[in-house]
């Protein structure tokens, strides 16, 4: 899917243990990270880079 919500062919899904911000890796359409927090609220998507050196184009596993 399109908007900052919206998955398309999500590959990983990972819960942060400090912050129980949860992480799901949409590399396959959207090619992003998108966190939201444990409740379900969105929290960032493409805007916030996962590295500096990352680029998402397709299979993304999580590892926090």
């Known amino acids: 899917g399109?908007?900052?919500t919206a998955f398309?062919?999500?590959t990983?899904?990972?819960v942060h243990r400090?912050?129980?911000e949860v992480y799901v890796a949409d590399g396959y359409g959207n090619s992003r990270v998108a966190v939201f927090t444990y409740?379900?609220?969105f929290v960032s998507g493409p805007s916030r880079?996962?590295?500096a050196r990352c680029?998402?184009?397709t299979r993304c596993l999580l590892a926090l």
């Open 2 to 4: 399109k908007g900052a």
């Open 8 to 10: 398309n062919k999500p």
């Open 12 to 14: 990983d899904v990972a």
């Open 18 to 20: 400090q912050s129980n």
């Open 39 to 41: 409740d379900g609220l």
């Open 49 to 51: 880079p996962v590295c």
């Open 55 to 57: 680029t998402l184009h």
